[in-house]
Structure formats: structure tokens, C-alpha cells
């Protein structure tokens, strides 16, 4: 099932607290159910901040993979920016070569 997730209102302040909050939010959605899909749509968003877009997706990819990670979120109505912020968070996570298991608790507080 598709679940669409506005990101505005879930966006707040872009802060690093606010991104852990948004990763929460997806997680619920996704564990649900396996055959869950959450399309987010970034429509109001102009810029991402660096400590939210880590938080909320960087982390989230490390603990889902990338197979999951991609066949369960779908972007819509990004901006360049927004997606290059996206794709800047998750290269410096995997880059980092941190485990997903360094991350588990911080995503779901």
C-alpha cells in the first residue's frame, strides 16, 4: 500500500532532532506491513538541512539498506537542492563506513 507523507509540516525548524522525528515517522509507516510504500512528497521544501537530511534519511538508509531503502521511499516533488541533500547525507553515511547497528537506537527515539 502507498502511504504519501507531506514533508512541510513534518520539516519544522531542519533541525537534527526534527530529521530523527521524520526517520521515526517512516519507520512506523514501514513496518507496518512489508508491502508498505511511503511516497514523500517534498512539495514547500526548498533546502534540506544537513543534520535533518542525515538524520531522517542517511541513517535510514544504513538501517534499512539499499534495496529496501529504495524500493520503499519514493521522492516526489523535490528540488535539486532537496535531492542532492538527500544523496549528500546517505554517500557521507556509507562513505563513513559506520554499521546500521551504531545507528538503530538513535532512530527510533
Do not use: H
Not at 537530511?53 to 529496501?68: I, K, P
Not at 546517505?90 to 538513535?106: L, Y
Amino acid at each position: 500500500m502507498d502511504i504519501a507523507l507531506q514533508a512541510e509540516p513534518l520539516y519544522k525548524d531542519g533541525s537534527r532532532s526534527a530529521g530523527a522525528q521524520f526517520a521515526a515517522r517512516l519507520m512506523a509507516y514501514l513496518s507496518e506491513s512489508p508491502d508498505n510504500r511511503v511516497v514523500i512528497d517534498f512539495s514547500g521544501v526548498r533546502t534540506l538541512g544537513t543534520g535533518f537530511a542525515d538524520e531522517a534519511f542517511g541513517r535510514l538508509f544504513l538501517r534499512l539498506g539499499a534495496a529496501t531503502f529504495l524500493s520503499q521511499l519514493t521522492f516526489s516533488n523535490a528540488t535539486r537542492t532537496v535531492a542532492a541533500s538527500i544523496d549528500r547525507a546517505i554517500t557521507m553515511r556509507v562513505d563513513s563506513g559506520a554499521s546500521p547497528e551504531q545507528f538503530n537506537n538513535k532512530v527510533d527515539s
